[in-house]
């Protein structure tokens, strides 16, 4: 059974960039897409892109465009999620998040625990 | 970017009250919608995935309809421990975006 195991909270500074890290534990993990979402304090859910089993393949929601790049080592099963040029508005809990593909749909079956980013002066 | 709306955004319920939540979507999604469950502190729980099929381990008073643009989340019996946020996703095309939630709350 895949599990998922985030880095520790961070706390920036506004410009700053950070790295979250997603270290995968199981033996799908090398057939996995992993996906990342965020969660601001009291809003809902937010989806953020995603890369590829191979990690040759990323897409990434427009918002974040320029400022986010989803990386794998897949020597170390793990994924990394680098935002950058950080505002107070990125504040928020990271998730990554394993996608599930059934016959019948899909979902986002394992999740990590979270990562809160603070981003502050 | 396919647009979720949620309604309820907040609901008021008993133990053994029947709760649905229902999702639209702002353009057809065919079936490809799921359904999370979250508590406060917590990841997200997959609760449905493709409109209708119950994930592994989720109680059997979880069910989930629809197809296009209209989906529900009906909960038959609360329980104490479904007192949560409800969330819905759409995975018919990037980006995958969340429907807004739903809180339920005791009565």
């Known amino acids: 059974q895949l599990q998922l195991v985030q880095s520790g909270a961070e706390v920036k500074k506004p410009g700053a960039s950070v790295k979250v890290s997603c270290k995968a534990s199981?033996?799908?993990?090398?057939?996995?897409?992993i996906h990342w979402v965020r969660q601001a304090p009291g809003q809902g859910l937010e989806w953020m892109g995603l890369?590829?089993?191979?990690?040759?393949?990323?897409h990434y929601a427009q918002k974040f465009q320029g400022t986010v790049t989803m990386t794998r080592d897949t020597s170390t099963s793990t994924l990394y999620m680098e935002l950058s040029s950080l505002r107070s508005e990125d504040t928020a809990v990271y998730f990554c998040?394993?996608?599930?593909?059934?016959?019948?749909?899909?979902?986002?079956?394992?999740w990590g625990q979270g990562t809160l980013v603070t981003v502050s002066s | 970017d396919i647009q979720l709306t949620q309604s309820p955004s907040f609901l008021s319920a008993s133990v053994g009250d029947r709760v649905t939540i229902t999702c639209r979507a702002s353009q057809g999604i065919r079936t490809y919608v799921a359904w999370y469950q979250q508590k406060p502190g917590k990841a997200p729980k997959l609760l449905i995935y493709?409109?209708?099929s119950l994930q592994s381990g989720v109680p059997s008073r979880f069910s989930g309809s629809g197809s296009g643009t209209e989906f529900t989340l009906t909960i038959s019996s609360l329980q104490p421990e479904d007192f949560a946020t409800y969330h819905c996703q759409h995975l018919n095309s990037y980006p995958f975006t969340f429907g807004p939630g739903t809180k339920v709350d005791i009565k």
């Open positions: 998040a394993r996608l599930q593909r059934a016959g019948a749909g899909d979902g986002f079956d394992i």
């Open positions: 493709g409109a209708s």
């Open positions: 199981g033996d799908t993990f090398t057939k996995s897409y």
């Open positions: 890369i590829n089993p191979s990690g040759d393949y990323t």
